[in-house]
T-cell receptor
Framework: ETGVTQSPTHLIKTRGQQVTLRCSSQ?????VSWYQQALGQGPQFIFQ???????GRGNFPPRFSGLQFPNYSSELNVNALELDDSALYLC???????????FGPGTRLTVL | GEDVEQSLFLSVREGDSSVINCTYT??????LYWYKQEPGAGLQLLTY?????DMKQDQRLTVLLNKKDKHLSLRIADTQTGDSAIYFC???????????FGQGTTLQVKP
């Protein structure tokens, strides 16, 4: 157990809807990174939040957005859902931006 | 560019050693990681190696790094059925937090 929690575990949405995924970081960690893992693929970096500021972004469109709160928990928001957004969404926390990342169990999003 | 390649599948007998290989392209990689993923679960950190090291051993796990060839391997000694999972190699460039993952190697351990 890493101490990183994510909610919900599973989620089903329809195309065009919006979704919010949540992540609580491990105690003492001030950085959260989000990844998208499509079926059969390795995780792809979406973005990272360090002390409530975005600190790097991968090749994802602006409809993927995030927040980090003063307690360092984080949200990933996806607007205008597309079928290809169906994936396992993983968050990872780390002591600081460039430190080892510890992953949560993930949220499985299905877009119909 | 940034790219990490792994072979997709490895099958071994219980008790044998497993060797999972990975190649990467970013010469500025500072840390390289091995994660394990069981079905339907998140990623479990197994071990990592700093780019100025050649080898790291941690119980049954041995990581070898050939920086010249940009080749990383993970050896699991005395492989058990509980080691059956997908293994991901990942690199981290410079001082960024972005991890670049390979596609994963599925390890099948036969009794």
């Amino acid at each position: 157990e890493t101490g990183v929690t994510q909610s919900p575990t599973h989620l089903i949405k329809t195309r065009g809807q919006q979704v919010t995924l949540r992540c609580s970081s491990q105690s003492g960690h001030n950085t959260v990174s989000w990844y998208q893992q499509a079926l059969g693929q390795g995780p792809q970096f979406i973005f990272q939040y360090y002390r409530e500021e975005e600190n790097g972004r991968g090749n994802f469109p602006p409809r993927f957005s995030g927040l980090q709160f003063p307690n360092y928990s984080s949200e990933l928001n996806v607007n205008a859902l597309e079928l290809d957004d169906s994936a396992l969404y993983l968050c990872a926390s780390s002591l600081a931006a460039a430190d080892t990342q510890y992953f949560g169990p993930g949220t499985r999003l299905t877009v119909l | 560019g940034e790219d990490v390649e792994q072979s997709l599948f490895l099958s071994v007998r219980e008790g044998d050693s497993s060797v999972i290989n990975c190649t990467y392209t970013d010469s500025s990689s500072t840390y390289l990681y091995w994660y394990k993923q069981e079905p339907g679960a998140g990623l479990q950190l197994l071990t990592y190696i700093f780019s100025n090291m050649d080898m790291k051993q941690d119980q049954r796990l041995t990581v070898l790094l050939n920086k010249k060839d940009k080749h990383l391997s993970l050896r699991i000694a005395d492989t058990q059925t509980g080691d059956s999972a997908i293994y991901f190699c990942a690199e981290r460039s410079g001082n960024t937090g972005k991890l670049i993952f390979g596609q994963g190697t599925t390890l099948q351990v036969k009794p």
